[in-house]
């Protein structure tokens, strides 16, 4: 982005992957990367927020899948108690729907790649020297 | 064998499948790992469409022969 890619030194690679955690892009936007952080913020939000729609809001419950939705934090707290109040017990789940395994498979790729986000966050901050513009 | 590989196509595209929905998850997947890897703007919109493109001809050839294997065995 056109923010600075060489971010703060004195920053802590652990705060910057602990709110990277807590609000998608959050990591980016302590480090500087303003840029950044809206994008990450915005699309990771984004798929999460439409995981939960495509899915008929019932896509995060106690299940391994939640492993991946957690991964993207603050937003997949927010919402899990609406899963929970549309769907008080398993039972009450369509499960055979195609759109609610679509909308569970976006909301576990949003965690995921909230993941990916929080470590790039991480790296920046910890090897400021590495070169970035290797992909 | 052909009607049934028009079907395939056809049934990709319609939006009663949510197999469409396979299109905006990896545009978002292609741009923001695009993003953790470059910083210039311009590399990063050209690299996510490469990366699109890669992975949709590569799933949608596996698609293809995992569908005609099942339709021959």
Same mark, same amino acid.
């Given at each position: 982005?056109?923010?600075?890619?060489?971010?703060?030194?004195?920053?802590?690679?652990?705060?910057?992957?602990?709110?990277?955690?807590?609000?998608?892009?959050?990591?980016?936007?302590?480090?500087?990367?303003?840029?950044?952080?809206?994008?990450?913020?915005?699309?990771?939000?984004?798929?999460?927020?439409?995981?939960?729609?495509?899915?008929?809001?019932?896509?995060?419950?106690?299940?391994?899948?939640?492993?991946?939705?957690?991964?993207?934090?603050?937003?997949?707290?927010?919402?899990?108690?609406?899963?929970?109040?549309?769907?008080?017990?398993?039972?009450?789940?369509?499960?055979?729907?195609?759109?609610?395994?679509?909308?569970?498979?976006?909301?576990?790729?949003?965690?995921?790649?909230?993941?990916?986000?929080?470590?790039?966050?991480?790296?920046?901050?910890?090897?400021?020297?590495?070169?970035?513009?290797?992909? | 064998?052909?009607?049934?590989?028009?079907?395939?196509?056809?049934?990709?595209?319609?939006?009663?499948?949510?197999?469409?929905?396979?299109?905006? /998850?990896? =545009? &978002?997947?292609?741009? %923001?790992?695009?993003?953790?890897?470059?910083?210039?703007?311009?590399?990063?919109? /050209?690299? =996510? &469409?490469?990366?699109? %493109?890669?992975?949709?001809?590569?799933?949608?050839?596996?698609?293809?022969?995992?569908?005609?294997?099942?339709?021959?065995?």
């Amino acid at each position: 982005m056109t923010d600075s890619p060489t971010l703060l030194p004195s920053r802590s690679p652990l705060a910057a992957l602990a709110l990277g955690w807590l609000i998608p892009g959050g990591g980016h936007a302590y480090g500087g990367q303003w840029g950044k952080a809206i994008l990450f913020f915005s699309l990771v939000t984004g798929l999460l927020v439409a995981g939960m729609a495509i899915g008929g809001g019932t896509v995060i419950l106690y299940r391994l899948w939640l492993v991946a939705q957690l991964c993207a934090g603050g937003p997949t707290i927010a919402l899990w108690p609406i899963s929970q109040y549309l769907a008080p017990s398993h039972a009450e789940v369509d499960w055979a729907s195609r759109w609610h395994d679509v909308g569970t498979l976006y909301t576990a790729v949003a965690g995921l790649l909230n993941l990916l986000v929080m470590m790039d966050a991480y790296l920046r901050l910890a090897y400021p020297e590495r070169g970035k513009e290797n992909a | 064998m052909w009607d049934a590989i028009a079907g395939f196509f056809a049934d990709l595209v319609s939006l009663s499948n949510p197999l469409w929905l396979y299109y905006p /998850l990896c =545009a &978002v997947v292609a741009v %923001v790992y695009k993003t953790t890897k470059l910083d210039d703007p311009r590399k990063i919109a /050209l690299g =996510a &469409v490469h990366f699109f %493109v890669s992975v949709s001809l590569g799933m949608f050839g596996l698609g293809l022969a995992f569908y005609l294997i099942s339709q021959i065995f």
